[in-house]
């Protein structure tokens, strides 16, 4: 109920009209609501594959392969030796001399040198080669080594130049 003012300033009270279409829809929903069963509110079961969603397995995270970086360092008095290390991004086990492959230098050991405990980091000596004015390249293959999953790492390729030429005496 309203209560109103008419122009003499008498009060009065009026009823308040929804309208037809505001019946009808408050008429539907009741009716709705009626004959919807429902299961009321209930926890949900958790799924055996630990999605959160009973019978849907959950989605597993995607594979991320190890990924290698390289770098060196100059031993050696005129850029005849230097000491590459190689690290993988994550811990991994198979990694050997034969997973390099280089051209402008050669090992000077026949082991990879793992440094620390922590998997992810290897060392070895490199030679370059006599009378070399040219980039040293160092490639790892792909799969060279894998991770706790059994995942290869992505193949990966570094060089750097070198320059092992005695100097020339020139005639001024």
Request: zero cysteines; hydrophobic letters at 40%; proline letters at 4%.
């Amino acid at each position: 109920m309203t209560v109103y003012n008419d122009r003499k300033g008498a009060r009065g009270m009026i009823r308040n009209e929804r309208g037809i279409l505001g019946a009808v829809v408050l008429a539907m929903a009741v009716v709705f609501a009626v004959l919807t069963p429902s299961g009321g509110a209930r926890a949900q079961e958790p799924s055996a594959g630990g999605s959160g969603v009973a019978g849907v397995p959950a989605a597993s995270p995607a594979a991320v392969r190890p990924t290698v970086t390289m770098s060196h360092r100059w031993t050696g008095d005129a850029q005849e030796e230097f000491r590459l290390d190689i690290t993988f991004s994550q811990r991994v086990t198979g990694f050997d001399i034969t997973d390099i492959e280089v051209e402008g230098a050669e090992p000077a050991d026949t082991d990879v040198t793992e440094v620390g405990s922590s998997g992810r980091r290897y060392r070895i000596m490199m030679d370059t080669e006599d009378d070399y004015d040219d980039d040293v390249t160092i490639d790892i293959a792909r799969n060279a080594a894998e991770n706790s999953d059994g995942e290869g790492n992505l193949a990966e390729s570094y060089d750097f130049h070198a320059d092992t030429r005695i100097p020339e005496a020139v005639d001024a």
